[in-house]
């Protein structure tokens, strides 16, 4: 028998859409198939009968169910001819019968197995009679027979499959039939049935890594065939919805070091739905626990906006939002909240101590405004959202500020109901972005943009800002050079009208950039199942994008600031023609890896178009991030910024004695212990300081420092964020703050003075007496503004750690007032190894 092999068909996979939405159809998905039911061509045999040689000749072809449709010759006269092929695991057993229409008839039938030399023939007619077990047959067909499978595939958001199909098949020609495929995929399982007329597939995999394998039953007539173990690609198919996990570690400051965020709510919200709104089941929350730790797992559906949102009373929000997060992803948030300054409210104006913020024309209804202004250059940890607004637009930001407003009763007021003007420090490192919208006007006009919480992006004000002088007078046009270049001569505010509150941002919109892909795999270069999630970090421009979740089959695209042509400056800096750089981070589990510096693209281009091609970024231990010793020394000086009384004899920008933690809240995450990787050292008398700290991604420098004045106590203190390890000697300015004291006597529940304490501003310290050693000393951070208390009710809750043993956390305590002349009232402390309660009283100095 002769076999007569068939060129081999090649597969075309399809891979999935790593930002598609639920719902849309993917591109047609092609798996190669090699049947081993043969396909018979041709058989031929002579017989030999006592009349002489008889030879017999057959030629088969398939109709398009499959069955057999043959023709035959007898001696070249012609035959009708029947024919059947069927295989079992023991092989393919044909049988062939041939009859002429002569008188007599000739009559011949063959039977045997494809691939076996000798088969059964018989015959009798004109020449006599034959019959032998063991004829030789020659036989032309194809073995294997290649095939393939093909489907269009439609997942809706319950991770149901729809959609068409067709089965080809080298027996018989394609069907015009539409086939149909119904399925379902979840995280561990995929079940397909798909079916053309008489041709069915069947298929059954549990997921294994980045393929699901299991039996596919295919029926294509004449085969029936199993194979055992067929693996189809995770990314062909991937899930339209499931669970991502959400988790991180949150810190706030306390006396200048990092304590849990204890308590802090987390709320995940996700729109299931497609509707824009999040009701219901789409929203989950959670608290950090006493290490300032949480983790929550949503469900999410691709394509779907998701908001991460991080709450605690008197702390500046962090909000986080994508535009999808791929079922199984994690996503990684640690944050350090930054505690919201009390504004002075007074008919119907509200003034920050330190002059940041202003609003004037609020309500009568406010009783209560806290806020705080952030430099994007320094703090893009705490920018809300992307750095892009809804119309596409990349954002490059002058400075933003997180403002909320409480009424009598306490409840938040977002609408003011009327319009009311907003005034905003912008930081003098950031000078250089400024511009005039509208040229010849007599002021100098800027875009103001919101945050709005319910969709997780920025919204362009209806109506521009402008410029004001530390007076709040306009500046006029001819002082933007002098602005730009630094050269002006004192405080530079942006200032618009508002009918509602929130975070607003002072942003320039750069209408193209650009978009880079890559893949990420292991160390043995095969990519990696997902679950992972990835950040662009700008290098040369402030701003990121991200976290993106890295899709099933490794790939990842991201959309980032491009690189300037000659005469553009796009990041605003003052250099044109730069050509910028970003750094990706991909958190993968519990570890964090970093690539780059990669150079953006000059020419315009999306994920959807044009992208740029990183390559493949491997995750190895070469790569990965782990905590590094770094050498950061620098000076700690007075920044001239002063509220309440300023401090005497001390000019800005000289040198203050203090307190400085340096800290990396990665590295902290990393560590075994919460605060095990700060390092902290009091400066020498000018203010000069060195640390040696470990460090991942950045490092986070905090000073701090009391001095006397003449109505109390003056506290120091200032916070700023370095990206990566400083190169050379940095200046942390510190605010002054004349906020006077309050002196705390504490009494346990029968009645024994145990302890005292010092409220200077919004700290607090604390020293209780042997009735509860472990806490000798102890430092705490209040939780919200401490302020003259001015209503009974909870004044201060904060966290509370042992500085003897590493700052660790214990408990948390709650001062309530039951009395205001003389203030007094109760407390405790509870969570953590600590429980105590008692009663305290306080005298106040300063204001």
């Not at 027996?171 to 119904?182: E, F």
């Not at 992803?329 to 202003?358: F, Y």
């Not at 977002?414 to 000078?431: E, F, I, R």
């Not at 951070?781 to 009710?793: D, E, F, H, I, L």
Request: proline share 6%.
């Amino acid at each position: 028998m002769k076999l007569i092999s068939r060129v081999q068909m090649a597969a075309s996979v399809a891979a999935g859409c790593m930002f598609g939405a639920p719902d849309l159809r993917a591109a047609e998905l092609s798996y190669p198939l090699q049947l081993q039911t043969p396909k018979l061509e041709s058989l031929s045999t002579s017989l030999s009968p006592t009349g002489g040689t008889v030879v017999v000749q057959i030629q088969v072809r398939y109709d398009a169910k499959g069955g057999i449709v043959c023709t035959g010759l007898v001696d070249n006269l012609a035959a009708t001819c029947k024919g059947t092929l069927k295989t079992t695991p023991a092989g393919s057993a044909y049988k062939f019968s041939l009859r002429t229409a002569t008188t007599p008839p000739s009559v011949v039938s063959l039977a045997g197995t494809v691939g076996q030399p000798l088969g059964l023939c018989s015959y009798s007619g004109p020449r006599g009679r034959f019959l032998s077990s063991s004829n030789a047959v020659s036989i032309t067909a194809t073995q294997p027979v290649p095939a393939t499978l093909k489907f269009s595939p439609l997942t809706s958001d319950k991770n149901l499959i729809a959609g068409t199909a067709k089965m080809n098949a080298g027996y018989s020609p394609d069907l015009a039939i539409a086939g149909t495929v119904k399925g379902k995929v979840t995280s561990n399982s995929l079940s397909l049935q798909i079916k053309q007329d008489k041709r069915i597939a069947l298929y059954n995999g549990q997921r294994q890594g980045s393929t699901y394998v299991g039996p596919l039953r295919v029926t294509i007539p004449p085969a029936k065939e199993t194979f055992s173990n067929f693996a189809l690609p995770v990314p062909d198919l991937p899930l339209a919805s499931g669970s991502a996990t959400f988790r991180g570690a949150l810190m706030t400051i306390s006396n200048q070091l990092p304590v849990p965020a204890v308590g802090a709510v987390v709320t995940v919200r996700t729109d299931l739905n497609g509707d824009g709104k999040f009701v219901g089941r789409e929203i989950l929350r959670t608290v950090a626990n006493a290490q300032g730790r949480y983790e929550l797992k949503a469900a999410v559906v691709r394509g779907r906006t998701v908001l991460l949102e991080i709450r605690s009373p008197g702390l500046a929000d962090v909000l986080v939002s994508s535009e999808s997060v791929l079922p199984g992803a994690v996503i990684v948030k640690n944050a350090t909240l930054q505690p919201l300054g009390t504004l002075t409210v007074a008919g119907g104006r509200a003034e920050a101590k330190d002059g940041s913020i202003l609003l004037d024309g609020l309500p009568d209804e406010i009783e209560s405004v806290q806020g705080r202004v952030f430099n994007p250059r320094t703090e893009i940890g705490q920018f809300p959202g992307q750095f892009a607004d809804n119309a596409g637009n990349k954002l490059i930001s002058s400075v933003f500020a997180a403002i909320e407003a409480t009424d009598g009763a306490g409840r938040l007021v977002t609408n003011l109901g009327s319009t009311a003007t907003l005034c905003l420090k912008v930081p003098q490192d950031c000078w250089v972005t400024m511009g005039d919208l509208s040229p010849g006007n007599g002021k100098l006009d800027v875009p103001l943009y919101y945050y709005d919480e319910e969709t997780g992006q920025w919204v362009r004000h209806s109506s521009d800002g402008w410029l004001e002088d530390a007076g709040h007078q306009v500046i006029a046009e001819d002082s933007l050079a002098s602005i730009r270049n630094g050269s002006y001569v004192g405080e530079v505010f942006v200032a618009g009208k508002i009918t509602h509150l929130s975070w607003w941002n002072l942003d320039w919109p750069v209408s193209t950039h650009a978009a880079i892909r890559g893949l990420i795999v292991d160390g043995d270069g095969h990519p990696i199942p997902g679950g992972a999630s990835l950040t662009a970090v700008g290098l040369s421009y402030s701003g990121m994008s991200g976290p993106e979740t890295v899709a099933e089959d490794g790939s990842f695209c991201v959309e980032i600031m491009r690189s300037e042509g000659t005469g553009e400056d796009l990041d605003r800096d003052g250099h044109d023609g730069e050509t910028h750089q970003v750094q990706l981070k991909v958190q993968s589990g519990t570890n964090l890896y970093s690539f780059g510096p990669f150079a953006s693209p000059v020419l315009a281009s999306t994920c959807g178009t044009g992208s740029s091609n990183v390559g493949p970024l491997m995750l190895t231990a070469a790569a990965q991030l782990r905590p590094t010793n770094c050498l950061v020394s620098g000076q700690v000086v007075y920044s001239g910024i002063a509220s309440g009384a300023s401090p005497t004899n001390l000019a800005a920008g000289t040198g203050v004695r203090s307190t400085v933690v340096a800290f990396d809240p990665d590295a902290l995450d990393a560590a075994a212990s919460t605060c095990s990787n700060c390092l902290s050292t009091l400066t020498d008398p000018l203010g000069r300081f060195t640390l040696d700290v470990p460090i991942i991604s950045g490092v986070t420098i905090t000073a701090y420092a009391t001095r006397q004045s003449s109505s109390g106590n003056g506290v120091f203190a200032g916070t700023m964020n370095v990206v990566g390890c400083p190169n050379g000697a940095v200046t942390v300015p510190v605010d002054y703050h004349d906020l006077g004291q309050f002196l705390v006597t504490f009494e346990n529940s029968r009645g024994d003075f145990i302890g005292t304490g010092v409220v200077i501003g919004e700290a607090i310290q604390v020293t209780l007496y042997p009735s509860f050693p472990t806490l000798t000393p102890a430092y705490v951070g209040s939780r919200n503004s401490a302020g003259v208390p001015t209503q009974p009710g909870t004044w201060l809750s904060f966290p509370m750690g042992d500085v003897s043993n590493g700052f660790v956390y214990v408990g948390s305590i709650t001062i309530t007032i039951t009395t205001l002349s003389p203030v007094g009232g109760t407390w405790k402390i509870e969570g953590g190894s600590a429980r105590l309660s008692g009663r305290w009283s306080a005298a106040f100095s300063g204001e």
